[in-house]
Structure formats: structure tokens, C-alpha cells
């Protein structure tokens, strides 16, 4: 029965990790109808005024009718823009439709199976793995290979190429010192308004780094600099106190100068662009319902938390001095448990223990005198096989030897 419980698939909680498989085409299909919708209005605005400006001008003469011809073609040239963007706003809102299928597909396929013994557990898995090496090498900048890997298993529908490759384009731009691909995307549609709900900075720090450039540049005029703070900078002297004022005292002194000076020197580091372009990243996560880390992370550490015990991280210094059977016993228990492993021991230091609502322990317990606990028959049964005298008992981990007078009863409360 217990068996039977423990390999039995809790299905909710099973997929919590998989919450942004289906999150992110809905965010992405919301902005695509916004992007779509903002193209409308804008254009659609211009071509209400510009015919009414046309049909007024005529009425009253002001215009001939070759310019009242002129500023149809006008209007017809720029309907013909907004169907192609309409056309690619569709294209792309049907590809989304079918990754969105595909991946609630994939999810569904999961409550078809009530064990995890399923034959078609293992290959579900599997699939889940990949698309977590795809997500974890998309996040780290490896873009070839995770197209790669999608391509090879076949799950292109169920991960993110295309956002993340975008991202990491203009992540790239950004440690490049390259700030205009960043800023195309804030303004774009209507993120800037979407970023502007969220209280984001990304745009004036930007907007600064353009500033902090342009002052660096000595060929720049101070005319073209002052024209920059006005427009981008002193509209936010209330929000941004501190970079507006740092801006208006870059303007009294030369960049040699201000680097010799605490409050701008770190304005002038190279370190400036590592921060924006995380800035970037963690603005462009949060725009999309992305969580902040790999998902590969999320479920190593869940799977780390659930193995890990105290004893995986103790340390006995005298265990060195055991005996070679001793030995023997703890690297058989290393053998056996992942956490003790070289390979995840250190990985695993600092995840909490996993709760567990049923705690198990040996009958008749016996503390000793070092501060471990063992059960009374376990520990005569050990003492025995080390042939131990009459009356002595020997710890299981550390090998000290104790009489039975310094023992004490435990009593679980």
C-alpha cells in the first residue's frame, strides 16, 4: 500500500513546474493583439485627419487636384503598410495558436498516467528534460545549441526560441555598448506603456547611458548634450533625483576629471553595461511572466531538497580514525545517496530540508553520549559483529566505543 502511494502521480503538483510552458504564448499572443492594436489606432488616426485635412482643402479650393490626388496615394500607400503588418501580426498570432495546442497536448498527456511505473511516464519525462536543457542553454546565451537540441528531439512548439534568441540579440547589443536595440524594444507598440504600469527603470537608465556616452564623446557639442538631458533626463528630475543631479554636475566636469571623483567614477565603469544588460534581462523576464531563474534550476533544487538529510552534511572528524570497516560503511552509504555524492554534495548545501508530514524513526532509542541516537537492537546487533566485549556498544557512523551505563533512554514527544 505504501508503495502504491508513494509512486502514485499527484498531477497538480507535478505540473507547477511547468506553469510558464503555457503562460508565456498568452502573454506573448496579449502583446501581439496589443502591437497589432497600437499600429491600428496610430495609423488609422493619421488617415481620419489626413482625409478630412484633404476634403476640407478641397471644399474650399485651397487644393488642386493634382494634390488632392497626391494626398490619396498618400493614404492608400500607408493602408497598404498597416495590411502588411496586420498580415504578419496574423501570421505570427496562428503560430502562437499552435505552439499553445502543442503544449497543452503535451501537458494533457500527463493524466493519462496515474504512476510513475507508467511505461509512458519515462518518455514524458524525458521530453520534460529536454525542454528544461533548452530553457537552461536559451538563458545562458547558447542559442545554436539549444535550436539544435529542439530540433533533434522535436520539440520546437514546446520552448521559446524565438524570445529568448531576440533577447539575447540585444543583450549581446547592450555588453557591446550598443543601447539603440534596447531602446527600440521599450518603445516598440506599446511596451513602453506596459513598462511604464510596472515601474520600470530600464528605459531612463538607458536613456542615462546615452547621456554618460555622449559626455564621454569630447567631439560631441554641449548644445547636443543639453538638448538630450531636456528631452529624456529632467522630466524625471522627481523620480531619478540622484541621476539628474549626478547628470547636471557630469556638465562641469571633464571625464578625466570625473573619474577621479567617488559619486561619478562608477558612472565611467566598464561594469555599467553588465548591470544594464541584466536590467534588461530581469525587465524583459518580469514583461513576460518568465521566472527570474532557469527552470532546470528550479527542479534540481526540488529534487536536491527532497533527497537531502542532516547527515548528508555532517562532519566527524573522528570517523578518520575508524576502523577500516567503518570505512567501508560509509562509502557503501555515499555509494547509495546521490546527496553524498561528490558530484551533488557542495549542489546541494544550501536547499532547505524537504517537509515531511510523517517522520519515521527506530523503536527503544538510545542516546549517546557524543549526541546520537540509534535503536537498542541495532546497535547490539552492530556491537555484536565487531565482537565487542560484554557491555559495550560501538556508534554505527563514528566508530567510538561507549559502555551501556553511558546510554540514556530517549522518549519522543
Known amino acids: 500500500m505504501g508503495d502504491h502511494a508513494a509512486s502514485k502521480l499527484d498531477h497538480e503538483n507535478h505540473l507547477l513546474l511547468d506553469q510558464p510552458l503555457l503562460r508565456l504564448p498568452v502573454e506573448l499572443l496579449r502583446k501581439n493583439f496589443r502591437s497589432a492594436h497600437f499600429e491600428v489606432e496610430k495609423d488609422g488616426t493619421y488617415i481620419r485627419n489626413a482625409l478630412r485635412e484633404t476634403a476640407t482643402a478641397s471644399v474650399n479650393g485651397r487644393a488642386s487636384q493634382d494634390d488632392v490626388l497626391r494626398n490619396l496615394d498618400t493614404m492608400i500607400a500607408r493602408m497598404r503598410g498597416v495590411k502588411r503588418k496586420l498580415t504578419a501580426f496574423a501570421e505570427e498570432e496562428n503560430k502562437l495558436h499552435r505552439h499553445e495546442e502543442s503544449r497543452v497536448r503535451h501537458l494533457s498527456e500527463l493524466y493519462g498516467m496515474y504512476s510513475v511505473d507508467d511505461v509512458k511516464y519515462e518518455g514524458w519525462s524525458r521530453t520534460r528534460l529536454d525542454r528544461l536543457l533548452v530553457d537552461y542553454l536559451l538563458r545562458q546565451g547558447y542559442t545554436d545549441s539549444a535550436r539544435a537540441l529542439a530540433e533533434e528531439k522535436g520539440i520546437e512548439p ?225 556491537s555484536r559483529k565487531a565482537g565487542l566485549l560484554e557491555g559495550q556498544i560501538k556508534d554505527l557512523r563514528t566508530g567510538e566505543i561507549f559502555s551501556m551505563e553511558r546510554l540514556k533512554k530517549v522518549y519522543i514527544t
Open 158 to 382: 514546446l520552448v521559446d526560441l524565438d524570445t529568448f534568441e531576440q533577447m539575447n540579440k540585444i543583450r549581446r547589443c547592450i555588453l557591446n555598448r550598443s543601447v539603440a536595440e534596447a531602446l527600440a524594444w521599450c518603445t516598440a507598440g506599446d511596451t513602453k506603456k506596459e513598462l511604464r504600469k510596472m515601474d520600470s527603470n530600464l528605459e531612463f537608465m538607458l536613456r542615462f547611458q546615452q547621456y554618460i556616452e555622449l559626455v564621454r564623446d569630447r567631439t560631441t557639442k554641449p548644445h547636443e548634450i543639453l538638448v538630450h538631458a531636456r528631452k529624456f533626463l529632467f522630466p524625471y528630475r522627481d523620480t531619478y533625483t540622484k541621476e539628474v543631479l549626478q547628470a547636471c554636475g557630469m556638465l562641469a566636469l571633464p571625464p578625466g576629471s570625473a573619474q577621479e571623483i567617488d559619486a561619478y567614477a562608477d558612472l565611467y565603469s566598464p561594469a555599467r553595461w553588465e548591470m544594464l544588460a541584466n536590467l534588461f534581462v530581469t525587465t524583459h523576464n518580469a514583461l513576460l511572466a518568465l521566472p527570474p531563474v532557469p527552470l532546470l534550476h528550479v527542479a534540481l533544487s526540488s529534487g536536491l531538497s527532497a533527497l537531502k538529510t542532516p547527515a548528508c552534511h555532517s562532519t566527524h572528524p573522528s570517523s578518520v580514525a575508524g576502523p577500516p570497516s567503518h570505512h567501508t560503511s560509509l562509502s557503501l552509504a555515499t555509494s547509495v545517496c546521490p546527496i553524498c555524492s561528490m558530484e551533488l554534495n557542495q549542489l546541494a548545501r544550501t536547499v532547505p530540508y524537504a517537509f515531511h508530514s510523517k517522520s519515521h524513526v527506530e523503536p527503544d532509542l538510545l542516546l549517546l553520549p557524543n549526541g546520537r541516537a540509534y535503536g537498542r537492537a541495532r546497535l547490539e546487533e552492530y
